[in-house]
């Protein structure tokens, strides 16, 4: 099992910045996922940035340009700098952790949440 941490959530205006962090504790896999997604109000939850610890990350259309995932393999942590908030950024942000290696029940992890409200 794979616990994950989150902070950095925050009101903030129109075109502000923002950092989340997420830290996983637990049973890691050497070969995992990390990444964040989110849901606003009566949506779907949503993918927002994933990076792999091989390095390679994919982000959702509408933060492209915006939002930087990384990542840090030796302390199990992952960062998402948000640059040029957007009102339509408002939601609960999730940090997520995938074993790559294991399709088994419990090879993913989800945080508790943190809120993050763009003021327009």
């Known amino acids: 099992q794979v616990q994950l941490v989150e902070s950095g959530g925050d009101l903030v205006q129109t075109g502000g910045s923002l950092g989340l962090s997420c830290k996983a504790s637990?049973?890691?896999?050497?070969?995992?996922?990390m990444g964040w997604y989110r849901q606003a109000p009566g949506k779907q939850r949503e993918l927002v940035a994933l990076?792999?610890?091989?390095?390679?990350?994919t982000y959702t259309d509408s933060v492209k340009g915006r939002f930087t995932i990384s990542g840090n393999n030796a302390k199990n942590t992952v960062n998402l700098q948000m640059n040029d908030l957007k009102p339509e950024d408002t939601a609960v942000y999730y940090c997520y952790y995938k074993n790559i290696l294991s399709d088994r029940p419990g090879s993913d992890s989800w945080g508790q949440g943190t809120q993050v409200t763009v003021s327009s």
């Open positions: 990076i792999s610890t091989s390095g390679s990350s």
């Open positions: 637990g049973s890691i896999s050497t070969i995992n996922a």
